[in-house]
């Protein structure tokens, strides 16, 4: 069983006197920024001068420095730019400013896990990681909730680096849902395989196939897109909230008694045995080696031939007309 903790055990007495630069105010680091500054915690955001982040972070009230001042100036830095960044902009902008005892705090531990970045021996290494987006983060705490996270430590130097994670935490809102303790290993495999083979891959292969499937049979697209995406959030909202137990108890006799004799012919051995594939390319470093070499060779635009392909695919365009529809005043993708 993993150890948790919740808002009452926790203070924010080890970093009340601290320094935190947030590095990059991005979804996730402007929200965290803001919910650590709202708790009454001194909080310094790091961006590059001029860029429209150094204008938004300003408008949101907060100290905004050039990064390797804003990590001169800190006892914690908490990096929340993207991780392909992450390594050159750590070599460059952080790594030679750092100071004994400061702590170096992450919310995915991607670049720490497979050293692609290599902090010194005389630092705290900490992981704090919401299980949601950024603008989610931020919203839970203003309604005085918050987003579970996850807890990690990778070096203890000063012998409170848990201490300041769980603090960080707090700030963050996220100990008011509960906190659970993991390792930079376990939280990068598992939210890697998670992203590949169920919440973004698995769900939009999915998702995708089934609806091709009804479309190549005389269906509408329409039609076939209520029935294959549109209404799998109100299934995922019951299984979030009651579990899939729970789900089928809440879904018609029909609908239960088709998922529950249907769904191993879908998802099956072959599937499993993929996943096992996927799962192993992530522990061996495989995917990581595979997405970097990409990255510094194509960038951003690495993802341009997915995502045109798929902006051009039936299922997109009826979205769109169906989306309007459903909320003209709202902007469609």
């Known amino acids: 069983m993993a150890k948790t903790w919740h808002d009452e055990e926790l203070n924010l007495d080890s970093i009340k006197n601290e320094i935190i630069s947030v590095i990059g105010y991005g979804i996730q680091g402007a929200a965290q920024a803001s919910n650590l500054k709202d708790s009454g915690l001194n909080v310094i955001v790091g961006a590059r001068r001029g860029g429209s982040s150094w204008q938004k972070a300003l408008d949101d009230g907060h100290q905004v420095l050039e990064i390797p001042e804003a990590v001169e100036q800190a006892d914690i830095i908490h990096v929340l730019i993207p991780d392909m960044e992450q390594p050159k902009l750590y070599e460059e902008q952080i790594k030679p400013y750092l100071k004994d005892g400061n702590a170096l705090g992450f919310s995915h531990g991607l670049v720490i896990n497979y050293e692609w970045v290599k902090p010194p021996e005389w630092v705290d290494v900490i992981m704090v990681a919401p299980k949601a987006p950024g603008r989610r983060v931020r919203e839970l705490y203003l309604d005085n909730f918050g987003t579970p996270a996850l807890i990690a430590v990778q070096q203890n130097y000063t012998s409170k680096a848990l201490d300041r994670a769980l603090s960080i935490a707090k700030g963050l809102g996220c100990a008011r849902a509960g906190l659970l303790q993991t390792t930079f290993k376990e939280e990068v495999e598992t939210d890697l395989f998670g992203e590949q083979a169920d919440l973004c891959g698995g769900t939009a292969s999915l998702i995708q196939n089934s609806f091709e499937t009804l479309v190549q049979s005389g269906y509408q697209p329409e039609v076939a897109y209520f029935e294959c995406l549109h209404e799998l959030k109100l299934i995922v909202d019951l299984i ?94």
Do not use: C
């Open 240 to 333: 979030q909230q009651y579990g899939i137990k729970g789900m089928y108890n809440r879904v018609s006799e029909t609908a239960r008694y088709g998922g529950l004799t249907r769904g191993n012919r879908i998802i099956n051995s072959t599937s499993r045995n993929e996943m096992e594939k996927i799962l192993d390319e992530i522990k061996s470093g495989q995917f990581a080696e595979e997405w970097r070499q990409i990255y510094n060779k194509e960038g951003k635009q690495s993802f341009d031939k997915y995502l045109d392909k798929l902006s051009d695919h039936p299922m997109e365009l009826a979205g769109k007309r169906l989306r309007f529809m459903m909320w003209p005043d709202k902007i469609i993708e």
